[in-house]
């Protein structure tokens, strides 16, 4: 799976958690919390988006995550791509 997929995941995922947020809008170098995001919808999304990737990062790691692009190249880390 390339990093573009990765995003897409995601993005899918955003819009299916966020109100009033298109996957055509979202811009990978924003954050979640640009989008109106709480930290339970930022906790959703990245559940979510593992689950269906097969991954799991450890959350010590998240922490260090600010925007959509970041994410993906944690999730690439652990997808061993």
């Known amino acids: 799976m390339t990093k573009t997929e990765v ?3 995601i993005k899918r995922i955003i819009e299916e958690n ?3 947020v ?5 811009d990978p170098q924003k954050s979640m919390k ?4 709480n930290s339970l919808d930022m906790i959703e999304v990245v559940s979510c988006s593992m689950r269906e ?3 799991k990062v450890p959350r010590a790691e ?3 995550i600010h925007n959509i692009d970041s994410l993906a190249d944690k ?3 652990y997808m061993g791509s």
């Open 18 to 20: 966020l109100d009033d």
């Open 75 to 77: 999730f690439m880390e």
């Open 34 to 37: 640009d989008y109106g995001a």
């Open 53 to 55: 990737l097969n991954i």
């Open 22 to 26: 298109s996957i055509d809008d979202i």
């Open 62 to 64: 998240l922490a260090e």
């Open 7 to 9: 995003i897409e995941v």
